[in-house]
């Protein structure tokens, strides 16, 4: 017979199974008495269930536990194998060799460089669409058109654009040529520069109109112009032509004229009894190939009182701007008819606006030449949204 029951003692299976319980999991129904209790018996109290105790993981062959192993061991071979990629990729660039491979270091170093949040921004980020639209019209206004694209590229979460770090090896479009300069003797010659560069799509024509000048028995003596750009901090900003940054102005050796027209290789000279402007003219020697004819000008020489009108007989000159017309340098001055107004610094300064359209910016000309670092450390670099307008350029 089953002894009394202890209310709290906790019930074993054996109790539960001499009682007639099932003993299947907790929850499931047992197989009771064939009979009910007595109606006059107590209610046995209910059982309470002893606890299952948890499974302690056992580490597998991998060293990972049971539970979640597979993922587990999928991460650890992904970070493994990300890993040799990497090292391998690092060594086929350490020790690159083809273009193709060179190419490609040089685009993950760029990209390296310049997509790490190397400056944390100062500004918080914008917090709706108006704020975004500002910021890029900002980037507009200030052509920073690559930067712009940039901040789509970032917002969308696409590659974009991936400017180098510097441009400095990059080749521009055009670039300066040297020329061989004529240096007829005569006490200026030490001081004429042996080569003058002058920008490439001008060079051939100068080259051509120089061996013209040859046939006749002339010269045409240049000197060496501005090339590099003027730095940021340059005090001459305000007096600085553009021109002569785009390769669109040649400097002639005025020192070569007004001592005496009769031997300078260079004079300012009109027909005698005209009353035309002065022009620059190439004295001919008469050695040429093709003779020039012998004609009586008035020429201007420097005199005790200033520069003045005199005559030189049977002259044989060759006017400039009649044989440089094809290479589009034309004199830079006003014309010259009052001989105490010619100045070297304008009558021998010419300029080319071939090609030059209004409205054309001087970024466009100073990126034809120069690289966009230069341009940007330039004393000019404030000045490329200025537009030509026919005459200069101007805001």
């Known amino acids: 017979m089953m002894p009394d029951a202890v209310p709290g003692d906790p019930i074993s299976a054996n109790d539960l199974a001499e009682a007639g319980v099932g003993a299947g999991p907790v929850g499931s129904a047992g197989e009771g008495p064939s009979s ?7 209610p046995e109290p209910t059982p309470t269930p002893t606890p299952t105790p948890t499974p302690t993981p056992t580490p597998s062959s991998s060293g990972s536990a049971e539970p979640g192993g597979d993922a587990a061991d999928e991460t650890t071979g992904t970070a493994a194998f990300a890993s040799i990629a990497g090292d391998t990729l690092i060594d086929l660039l350490k020790n690159a060799t083809s273009p193709e491979a060179l190419e490609a270091q040089n685009i993950i170093l760029r990209r390296i460089a310049l997509q790490g ?12 669409i108006t704020e975004i639209g500002g910021y890029l019209n900002l980037l507009t206004n200030l052509n920073e058109l690559d930067m712009r694209s940039q901040v789509l590229a970032g917002i969308l979460g696409v590659a974009g654009p991936n400017p180098p770090l510097s441009d400095a090896g990059i080749a521009t479009f055009l670039s300066f040529t040297p020329v061989i300069n004529d240096r007829p003797t005569g006490p200026f010659q030490a001081s004429l520069p042996v080569t003058v560069l002058i920008r490439s799509d001008f060079a051939g024509l100068i080259k051509a109109a120089m061996a013209r000048l040859h046939e006749r028995g002339a010269t045409l003596s240049m000197l060496a112009g501005p090339y590099a750009l003027p730095p940021a901090e340059s005090p001459l900003t305000t007096i600085i032509d553009p021109l002569d940054y785009v390769g669109r102005t040649l400097r ?8 005496d027209p009769a031997t300078d290789p260079l004079a300012l000279v009109r027909e005698s009894g005209s009353s035309a402007p002065y022009k620059l003219a190439a004295r001919s020697d008469g050695t040429g190939s093709i003779e020039v004819a012998a004609t009586d000008y008035e020429a201007l020489q420097t005199g005790p009182t200033g520069i003045a009108s005199v005559t030189v007989t049977a002259g044989r000159f060759v006017i400039l701007e009649e044989l440089l017309s094809d290479t589009g340098f034309e004199p830079g001055g006003p014309a010259i008819t009052d001989p105490e107004k010619a100045k070297p610094t ?14 054309m910016t001087l970024g466009e000309e100073l990126r034809l030449l120069h690289s966009q670092t230069e341009i940007l450390g330039s004393a000019l670099a404030a000045k490329v949204n200025w537009r030509w307008n026919g005459t200069e350029f101007a805001p």
Request: hydrophobic share 40%; net charge neutral; proline share 15%.
């Open 117 to 128: 949040d190397v400056i944390p921004s100062r500004v918080p980020p914008p917090r709706n």
């Open 346 to 359: 304008e009558w021998a300064k010419w300029r080319n606006l071939a090609g030059l359209e209004p409205g």
């Open 36 to 42: 009910g209790p007595a109606s006059n018996a107590e």
């Open 252 to 259: 002639l050796a005025g020192a070569l004229a007004l001592t």
